[in-house]
């Protein structure tokens, strides 16, 4: 396995990680492995449905006016011959 050595950790922020290891019953070495493995799994995009995709590529976009409403229109289906 490789090692990473990480300088410089503030005092508040190594006392606060002791404490979250002492919590979840492991050594400060394995909360902050965990921590690192679970940040590196954010790597790989969410799968997400056909319709959040779509909701996505228009949510900054919008519509000039308002679309009319139609009443009174009757709708016929098609015919198949």
Do not use: W, Y
């Not at 290891?21 to 449905?49: F, T, Y």
């Amino acid at each position: 396995m490789a090692q990473l050595v990480v300088r410089n950790i503030e005092a508040g922020t190594k006392l606060r990680l002791q404490r979250r290891a002492k919590r979840h019953g492991r050594s400060l070495e394995e909360e902050v492995r965990v921590i690192l493995r679970d940040a590196a799994k954010d790597d790989v995009p969410p799968v997400c449905g056909l319709g959040t995709q779509i909701a996505s590529l228009f949510r900054k976009g919008g519509l000039a006016a308002d679309i009319p409403e139609f009443h009174g229109i009757e709708i016929k289906p098609p015919s198949i011959d």
